[in-house]
């Protein structure tokens, strides 16, 4: 019987994270290597964080390196590709899971934070595949990350709620469009997850609370909970799942 930690299924694949130097992204980061994936980490500037999740990530055996790029930027997605082309000269799994956003009502937005956090959120996703499909093989991965805001109404999510929705569309647009070459699309949607990301909200507390009492299990989701998905996605049993959006909440929409 095969043990967990010889369990290596990604042995000789290569993932791209972005946004992987905290937060959920990390973790995703993180799983994927535990099962033998070599990684790519992106992030926009947070060098000390992406140096210890690149060193935390080496401690369990596989290849890592980071690449400081805002996505938003073609040029800049364009030199985090080349990267990983020149380290790696492939890659199996791009997980665009880098996200930002303003967190206000919507007719508290300005232009100005309306078009980052779509640039990030969506259009980055958008550069991010576009350049990573020439690396991809037949059976390459495309995870987007998203959440229950793109289909659902929270407080002081506007901007944020509307680019997860456009990316959900994208994921759909392009698994038809690489399902030819092999590539599968998808999407993970979580729930709550106590992060730094939460700190931004004013309401936090308050959202934390309502996720708690609003799960039938009564548990918070993690950020290993998402990774889990996103490990599952990426692996040779969910060939045929494409352009699908899997919720990983514990139930919480359920109950909405």
């Known amino acids: 019987m095969t043990s ?3 369990y290596k299924p990604f042995k000789g694949r290569v993932a791209l994270v972005t946004g992987a130097s905290r937060g959920i992204g990390r973790v995703i980061a993180r799983e994927l290597a535990t099962l033998g994936a070599d990684i790519a980490i992106n992030y926009f500037r947070n060098h000390a964080e992406a140096r210890l999740a690149q060193q935390e990530i080496e401690r369990l055996g596989v290849q890592c ?4 790029a805002h996505l938003a930027e073609p040029a800049q997605v364009r030199k985090l590709m080349n990267a990983v082309r020149d380290k790696f000269g492939r890659l199996d799994f791009l997980i665009n899971n880098a996200a930002s956003g303003v967190n206000r009502p919507g007719l508290e937005l300005e232009e100005k934070h309306w078009d980052w956090t779509l640039n990030i959120n969506t259009k980055a996703p958008w550069l ?7 690396l991809m093989s037949e059976g390459g991965r495309v995870v987007n990350i998203s959440s229950l805001g793109a289909g659902r109404v929270f407080p002081n999510y ?3 709620g509307v680019s997860k929705a456009a990316l959900e569309a994208l994921t ?3 698994a ?9 699309v998808n999407a993970v949607s979580g729930g709550y997850v106590q992060t730094d990301a939460l700190q931004h909200f004013p309401n936090r507390d308050d959202m934390l609370a309502s996720a708690r009492s609003k799960t039938p299990g009564g548990e918070l989701l993690t950020a290993e909970d998402l990774a889990k998905a996103v490990a599952f ?3 040779d049993a969910a060939a045929m799942i494409r352009g699908q959006v899997l919720v990983v909440d514990g139930g919480m929409s359920l109950t909405l």
């Not at 390196?65 to 400081?68: E, Q």
């Not at 991010?128 to 020439?134: G, Q």
């Not at 038809?176 to 599968?184: F, H, I, N, S």
Request: charged share 20%; proline share 9%.
């Open 233 to 235: 996605l990426c692996s």
């Open 4 to 6: 967990p930690e010889s």
């Open 176 to 184: 038809v469009e690489l399902a030819p070459r092999g590539v599968t």
């Open 128 to 134: 991010c595949t576009k350049e990573a499909v020439p």
């Open 65 to 68: 390196i980071r690449v400081a």
């Open 172 to 174: 759909r647009y392009m």
């Open 158 to 160: 506007t901007s944020v």
